[in-house]
């Protein structure tokens, strides 16, 4: 587990300047001419939306499938300008041949049912001028939407419509080019193919429990015995051990009794003891959190928590196989369906598909071999039918996808993700940021729109123009964006608060006075750490906000994830079984590099491979506790 920013992709000289030009922002529905022969089964239609900013670009499509059903598409057009070029695409296999573009789709879009839509967008450079390509073909056939529209518009307009993302001044919620209107897929006209079907997979028994919207309120939260057990043997550490953090299913093993470090106890026992904790405790129903942790490939963009399987070597059937029906075949034994089981699933892992596949191998291979989507949507699709189990997928946090060029694609892929899972948009409940990471719940002190002596926080290094100042900020950022794209307004969020209290003698009070940006937001923030890259094991961090249901609209809790005192990685290589590698990020000599801006690392000296028990830090977690401990 990592939680890095890495906005990779996304230079931060690319993120300043989108806002530095003031970007100039296309909208454009590029609608183009009919398909031509009256045999031909395939109408599309292809919406072409632009954000630029002076020598870049980040373009989202939306294609339309207005004809037969297709199984396999390749898109076509051509850049009206040579100096027109795609660097990084997703969603789809790109490549450009002089000013000619193609995409073919991935396994996971292939299918496109009459009526569908899919996204898919690149980032890219121009030079000279940018202007919107004219003309699109699905399968050889150009496309134009004549069929369903009413007044089809013969030439394509690249009328520049302001796009709220465009905006330096615009607010964060208003900051993702997710809106309705740029997205046919999000329309209420979607296909019937794009909206849920209510129906659970056949192949698990859905069990009896009741499914309610947020399945923390008026919930007791399960304790881990094996944490609180580490817990309790540290001094102090009786004042935290009975709260309720999550158990982690990080290898095969893990599901049964006896797997080594920390976590003793399989995933029976944990039920078990769920069900035995239930009826201690009276009436309140009782919610546990199991995170669902094992994608082949895992971690592809770091080290320290590389897992057991691995793409090349059957690992997507393996994780189907062994891991995901076996974990889904316990959660269905009827004897756990009145407890609330909450599934965190993969943390990092569709993130990493949108920040980091051109400069990591490993994740390249999980997004042409599809295995990451696939792993999501086959969990997805076990663990929804089981009536009383709920699913958060993981959606990193802040300072990973709070930049357009990040934010917009995530937001994309999700959906399609979703829209491929049997029971659709349904298939999901919420989604969790900050799984594993220390970014502050809320700063106190400044918001995204604080201003400071005429300059924008954004400005600041620290900030980088991001969007967002926070998690709570991003969250509720997010969940909108995704409501706006199809998911069903009961959808909840959840911040893992379990390590991002910053509190102790650091803390500022007060905002700063300071008329410099920099100084102003350097001696404003709560969050303490060196970078907001820095992820592993942060020298001076503390618990967060305990464990709350429903702390503000949107967001379904407040939840400890992370297993406070479990290491994210060793500091120095550690030989070890679990196919931990060292990451130099957990290595506190470490001068980093550019995802964490080249700034020292942060982290602790004397950690363990990553879930292995560090005493050292949890005692430093107490003592800088926020709220403090009493
Ligand atoms: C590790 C897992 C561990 C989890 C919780 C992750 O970073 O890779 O092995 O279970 O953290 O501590």
Redesign the pocket.
Known sequence: ?RSTPRPGAVSSTVRRGLVAAAVLALGSTAAVATATSASAAVACNVNYSASEWQGGMSVNLTIQNLGDALNGWTLTFSFPNSGQHVSQGWSGNWSQSGSNVTVTAMDWNKSMPSGSSTSIGFNGTWSGSNPTPTSFKINGVTCNGATQSPSPSPSPSASPSASPSASPSASPSASPSASPSASPSASPSASPSASPSPSPSPSVTPSPGVHVDNPYVGATGYVNPDWSRSASNEPGGSRVANLSTAV?L?RIAAISSGSAGN?AMGLRDHLDEAVRQDAANGSAPLTIQVVV?DLPNRDCSAL??NGELKIAQNGLARYKAEFIDVIAGIMADPKYSNLRIVTIIEPDSLPNLITNVNAFAACQEAQSSGAYVQGVQYALNKLHAIRNVYTYVDAAHHAWLGWDNNFSPMVNLFHQMATGTTAGVNSIDGFIVNT?NFSATIEPHFTINTMVNGQSVRQSKWVDWNWYVDEQSFAVGLRNALVAKGFPNTLGMLIDTSRNGWGGSARPTAASTSTNVDTFVNQSRIDRRIHAGNWCNQSGAGLGERPTAAPAAGLDAYVWI??PG?S?GSSSQIPNDEG?GFDRMCDPTYTGNSLNGNNMSGALSGAPV??HWFSAQFQQLMQNAYPPLS
């Open positions: 587990m982690w990080d976590n942790y320290a928590s594993a992370k297993p479990e994210d931990k990553s879930g």
